[in-house]
């Protein structure tokens, strides 16, 4: 495996959307960080936060960023990272929030459609390519007749929240995972839990 990872927590920057469903990539990507004991600082040449560090001693090089384009833009930031950093397609992995996946549901998955994320459509743009490896965040689809647009900018519900802490932990695990030991050994411990 090559030594340099980047690992995407997609959302939007700013306080008023930090609970929000569509911030599941941002949670996850902030208890990396903590694992790794780095800190985020805005990048000199991306519209990104970034942390850098390694989770185990002698691991792979991980380089952890926060688009702050707003998540319909990230894609700009991610291939500004990949390019700076040098680090391929297949070791790119986006953490984000999922709308067919039930809530409580984490996935590891290898490329592959978009399915309507803005934020995945924009990072496959940018970066030439859909072969990049993503962690799947599963928050359901909205109840009754909502928009799914006003859904995922909408908070978790408090039912919600009594489990997100061991859910955001839980993603942190499988991307961890991918980077330290691949995405099929990931998927294997992960998805059919």
Avoid: C
Wanted: hydrophobic letters at 40%; aromatic letters at 8%.
């Amino acid at each position: 495996m090559d030594d340099s990872w980047l690992v995407v927590g997609l959302g939007n920057p700013g306080r008023e959307y930090t609970g929000n469903r569509h911030n599941a990539g941002f949670m996850v990507a902030d208890l990396l960080a903590g694992r790794m004991s780095a800190r985020f600082s805005r990048h000199k040449r991306a519209v990104a936060e970034v942390a850098e560090g390694r989770l185990a001693p002698g691991g792979p090089r991980l380089v952890l960023a926060k688009p702050l384009t707003y998540m319909n833009l990230s894609g700009g930031p991610v291939a500004a990272l990949s390019q700076f950093y040098k680090i391929p397609l297949g070791n790119i992995v986006a953490v984000h929030d999922e709308l067919d996946l039930g809530y409580g549901t984490v996935r590891a998955k290898l490329g592959g459609g978009e399915g309507g994320h803005n934020g995945l459509r924009s990072m496959s743009k940018s970066l030439g390519g859909k072969d990049y490896v993503r962690v799947r965040f599963g928050i359901g689809r909205p109840p009754g007749r909502q928009d799914p647009a006003d859904f995922v900018l909408s908070d978790f519900s408090s039912t919600e929240r009594k489990e997100l802490e061991f859910l955001v932990d839980r993603a942190a695990d499988v991307a961890e995972t991918v980077v330290t030991r691949g995405v099929e050994v990931a998927q294997n411990a992960f998805n059919g839990a």
